[in-house]
């Protein structure tokens, strides 16, 4: 099992890619899905990432203006304690982001296929049972992704 560092550098290099995100920012929120509900205060995020308050502060207003993260104060304590978003939950978002993917895969292989349908037919011939195939894993990954994301809704 790898160390929470490399957890949060593993998880950091697989968040740079699927949000685009800046290294710091990533490995923030990486931070952040791996700590407890209370969150991280801007110093902990100093401290955790040894970068300094001008990077941090970049990076959590980055994630805070994407909606991923929140924070909050507590009473007597003027320090900001960083958190997850609940609205844009990690696995939430991942749902959501991958039923957007199926959206738009669904519609540009039914647009090409309807073209290949009435303008190629030789190709559609050809083609055409294998795209059908495609076309009906992506309704039941969509079913089954909003299914998933039903039951993250109930949760929020």
Partial sequence: MPSRPE??????????????????????????????DTGLTFEACLSNHGASKGSVSTA????????????YTKPGDRRRHFTIAARKAFFRSKLEEQLKKIGKDRAIIQLVNNFNKQCNKAHYERYGERTESYLEFLDQSESLV?????????WN
């Fill in 7 to 36: 957890l949060i550098e593993t998880l950091g290099v697989h968040l740079e890619a699927e949000y685009d995100l800046p290294p710091l920012a990533a490995r923030i929120y990486a931070d952040l899905v791996l700590t407890d």
């Fill in 146 to 154: 909003q299914a998933s994301l039903d039951r993250f809704r109930k």
């Fill in 60 to 71: 959590l207003n980055l994630l805070q203006k994407m909606g991923i993260i929140t924070y």
